[in-house]
């Protein structure tokens, strides 16, 4: 998949664990757990705003495009 999600960086960085943020953008362990995995299809700007403003950064901070080689 070209999409990369790097939330387990950015966690690292800000030094916050899955529950922690789980507890701050009032997600479930089992959703954030997808998410972070990259296992997720979708994702919500609610959802994309609230992480953002709980570990403090940008959706570039924690999306990423990889284009597929040909």
């Given at each position: 998949m070209?999409i990369i999600v790097n939330?387990?960086?950015?966690?690292?960085?800000?030094?916050?664990?899955?529950?922690?943020?789980?507890?701050?953008?009032?997600?479930?362990?089992?959703?954030?757990?997808i998410?972070?995995?990259?296992?997720?299809?979708?994702?919500?700007?609610?959802?994309?705003?609230?992480i953002?403003?709980?570990?403090?950064?940008?959706p570039?901070?924690?999306?990423?495009?990889?284009?597929e080689?040909?």
């Amino acid at each position: 998949m070209p999409i990369i999600v790097n939330l387990d960086v950015m966690m690292a960085r800000r030094k916050i664990s899955l529950n922690e943020l789980s507890a701050r953008v009032d997600l479930t362990l089992s959703n954030l757990s997808i998410l972070k995995t990259g296992k997720a299809k979708a994702i919500r700007f609610s959802t994309l705003e609230a992480i953002c403003k709980a570990l403090d950064c940008q959706p570039a901070d924690i999306l990423e495009y990889v284009p597929e080689p040909d």
